[in-house]
């Protein structure tokens, strides 16, 4: 989901590699839609529930970078039953987000807003990109034209792409989502990640065919 909240930044050595990121391995490339791992996980101090989705792409890295790191544009482009409502670039690393998604058919719903860190850059011949959740409060005077006064603030959240080309063209998209758990038990989080992450990394995937074709 906010998984997709990406800004440009100078790579540097270890590229999103906070020790989160490895505690769901990642499952193999599906087209059965059944690829997705999730778990549970401790993030600078906090309980965290995530989900982990893999992707075999016929599209090529370099279209998904292109994509990825368009970040601001998210929210014309994603299908409204994602919940993107707002996306705005508030500087090279940080954006502001808004979001409502509804998960298990639409009866559950997690509306939250927030502002986020961004980087990414090269590993070997892989890219990454990632967003961790920051406070919002050096940001007020630039967003406040934004925010929602009555919307609760993410309590805590953190993000990762990782987009490795494939030998005979095309690319394997690896993403993962972490959120802090709160009132909304993790078995209906995690039931909810694994329904939704297959049809979010479709969007993006035909997002993706469209930037390459040029449409």
């Known amino acids: 989901m906010l998984a997709l909240l990406l800004a440009h930044a100078p790579a540097f050595a270890a590229v999103c590699d906070n020790a989160i990121f490895a505690v769901i391995p990642a499952p193999p490339p599906v087209d059965d839609r ?26 090529s890295p370099e279209v998904w970078r292109s994509v ?5 544009t998210q929210d014309e482009w994603m299908p409204a039953r994602f919940g993107y409502e707002r996306v705005e670039r508030i500087d090279a690393e940080h954006m502001y987000l808004r979001f409502d998604i509804g998960f298990i058919a639409n009866t559950v719903h997690v509306k939250r807003q927030l502002v986020v860190a961004t980087s990414s850059g090269a590993v070997g011949d892989r890219f990454r990109t990632c967003w961790h959740m920051v406070d919002p409060a ?3 005077a630039k967003i406040a034209a934004f925010i929602v006064p009555d919307m609760d603030w993410e309590r805590a959240s953190t993000g990762w792409w990782e987009v490795t080309p494939k030998p005979g063209g095309g690319a394997v998209i690896n993403y993962q989502w972490w959120a802090e758990t709160g009132k909304i038990p993790n078995v209906l989080l995690r039931y909810g990640i694994s329904n939704t992450l297959p049809d979010l990394l479709d969007a993006f995937e035909v997002r993706v065919a469209a930037v390459g074709t040029g449409r």
């Not at 996980?41 to 893999?54: I, L, N, P, Q």
């Open 138 to 140: 050096p940001f007020m």
């Open 34 to 59: 059944h690829g997705v791992a999730t778990g549970t996980g401790t993030y600078e101090g906090k309980s965290m529930v995530g989900g982990r989705f893999s992707l075999d792409s016929a599209s």
């Open 68 to 72: 990825l790191l368009a970040a601001e």
